[in-house]
């Protein structure tokens, strides 16, 4: 049995891995601030895991809970791109001074691997598609700016102090869970909320820009196979699914399986947003023996099911 520890573990993606460590029968600690995460996440198992509220902006604070630690599985983070270039200071600290803690505070306390949520947003509009690690990065937001020095963080640990790690670049994660309560909440949770309200859901642009949706268990599948296999250390590697949707079809769809008509409403286009989003997952398959066994689809039908239930309650 090892001992995993994931910061951010209340959020979105980070309450789903801990969930599937306890099912595999491992250890948990949990740090999380709960500034975006949601204790009622963790409910169910909460006497099973090592909790500590905590935030990764303070050194001295998070260091115990690195000892002893095999594994880290870091997703603390201001998540959102709006958020960052309304608010840059904020992203900064937590995005880069907070994973600049985490990398000192695994390597002081010889964490075996660090694995870090890095994001597709660090391509920006690069022209081609699908977006292949090898590309030049182009962040358009401090988001994305400071998802990308992570990864060189990441990077400058393994080869300066030898401590293992993993960027995984995730592509638009969607699931249970994803909060719709705020303006900087994922597309898929905000449509869906609107579409279960019965309210006229959100575009920002024409409708015509692609994502790779990734459903979340595609996510946790990648980040857990990252902690152990051999062939990632140092590598920046792209999570999705290969396969990308406009925002025009994502509506039609959650049309389809809610029995509706719903015409969006379209917006000027945002800053700091990208147009399309597409992962070439070869690197993904040959180092993570990776296979996305969800498709969009199947993702979405599961999401409206979870966000049914949950707004009725």
Known sequence: ??????????????????????????????????????????????????WHENDIRDLDVIRPWFEGVNYVIHLAAIPSV?????????????????TLNVLVAARDASVKRVVFSASSAAYGDHPELPRVESQEPRPLSPYALAKLAGEYYCQIFTRVYGLETVALRYFNIFGPRQSPDSAYSGVLSLFIAA????????????????????????????TLRACTA????????????GERHTLNETISLLNDIFGRQVTPRYGAPRAGDVNHSHANIALARELLGYEPKIRFEEGLKKTVAW????LAA
């Open 230 to 241: 051999a062939g990632p250390v140092g590598k920046v590697i792209n999570v999705g699914t």
């Open 1 to 50: 049995m090892a001992l995993y520890l994931v910061t951010g573990g209340a959020g979105f993606i980070g309450s789903h891995i801990v969930d599937e460590l306890l099912r595999r029968g491992e250890s948990v600690r949990v740090i999380d601030n709960l500034s975006t995460g949601h204790a009622e996440n963790l409910a169910a198992v909460r006497q099973r895991i090592d």
């Open 82 to 98: 709006p958020r960052s270039i309304e608010d840059p200071l904020t992203s900064n600290a937590v995005n880069i001074d907070g």
């Open 307 to 310: 966000f049914r239930s949950t």
């Open 195 to 222: 579409f279960q309200r019965g309210e006229i859901p959100a575009i920002y642009g024409d409708g015509e820009q692609s994502r790779d949706f990734t459903y979340v268990d595609n996510a946790v599948d990648a």
